[in-house]
Nanobody, 121 residues
Framework: QVQLVESGGGLVQAGDSLRLSCAAS???????MGWFRQAPGKLREFVAA????????YYADSVKGRFTISRDGAKNTVYLQMNSLKPEDTAVYYC???????????????WGQGTQVTVSS
């Protein structure tokens, strides 16, 4: 059984940093793992993704230059380093795996339970 467990969310002030982790168990993934977020009243949106084998990365324009996605193959874990956080980054952040298209949530097979990130101004 595949499990994705996110951690690292919390309440921070604007300009602060957070690092989210997503530990995968049950299988390894050769295609894409990604981070998505959903704010209250909004659709789930793409944040960042990484192709497991090649290490290619993809970012939403809104986070480019501030967020960095990375992976640790030995730990089967994906990270999202978030710097210069803004109030508009406030959302529940979800880890996803098995994505055939890195930026499209419907293309992912597995999802974590989500972790709350709140950025105060």
């Amino acid at each position: 059984q595949v499990q994705l467990v996110e951690s690292g969310g919390g309440l921070v002030q604007a300009g602060d940093s957070l690092r989210l982790s997503c530990a995968a168990s049950g299988r390894t993934f050769s295609n894409n793992m990604g981070w998505f977020r959903q704010a209250p009243g909004k659709l789930r949106e793409f944040v960042a993704a990484i192709t497991w084998r090649s290490g290619s990365t993809y970012y939403a324009d809104s986070v480019k230059g501030r967020f960095t996605i990375s992976r640790d193959g030995a730990k089967n874990t994906v990270y999202l380093q978030m710097n210069s956080l803004k109030p508009e980054d406030t959302a529940v952040y979800y880890c996803a795996a098995g994505g055939k298209v890195p930026t499209m949530p419907a293309q992912y097979d597995y999802w974590g339970q989500g972790t709350q990130v709140t950025v105060s101004s």
